[in-house]
């Protein structure tokens, strides 16, 4: 069992900055691939970041290549999505999941286990 805990989210403006942590129980954190997905009001909940289990790989959107950076901390359970350079459009509630996997998964279904979501929130 792994349980999420997601905190870093908050109103900034265009072009601004903000760091999302998300920290996890159990002893086994450093086994688990972790991804990122947000999800806007009306809209599916879509795939943003993911990092191996060791770090040594990184999988990011389209949308926020350049723009975001996924990484890990197995020594403190903790994983973080560093973003820069916000616009409106990133605006929503991000979620961080974990999942055992072989690969490192860009959909949903390669993770088991999600936090509650921080909100992300974009002004123009």
């Known amino acids: 069992q792994v349980q999420l805990v997601e905190s870093g989210g908050g109103l900034v403006q265009a072009g601004g900055s903000l760091r999302l942590s998300c920290a996890a129980s159990?002893?086994?954190?450093?086994?688990?691939?972790m991804g990122w997905f947000r999800q806007a009001p009306g809209k599916e909940r879509e795939f943003v970041a993911a990092?191996?289990?060791?770090?040594?790989?990184?999988l990011y959107a389209e949308s926020v290549k350049g723009r975001f950076t996924c990484s890990r901390d197995n020594a403190k359970n903790t994983v973080y999505l560093q973003m820069i350079s916000l616009k409106p459009e990133d605006t929503a509630v991000y979620y961080c999941s974990a999942g055992r996997t072989m690969v490192v998964f860009t959909t949903t279904g390669g993770y088991n286990y999600w936090g509650q979501g921080t909100q992300v929130t974009v002004s123009s």
């Open positions: 159990g002893r086994t954190f450093s086994a688990y691939n």
């Open positions: 990092i191996s289990w060791n770090g040594g790989s990184t």
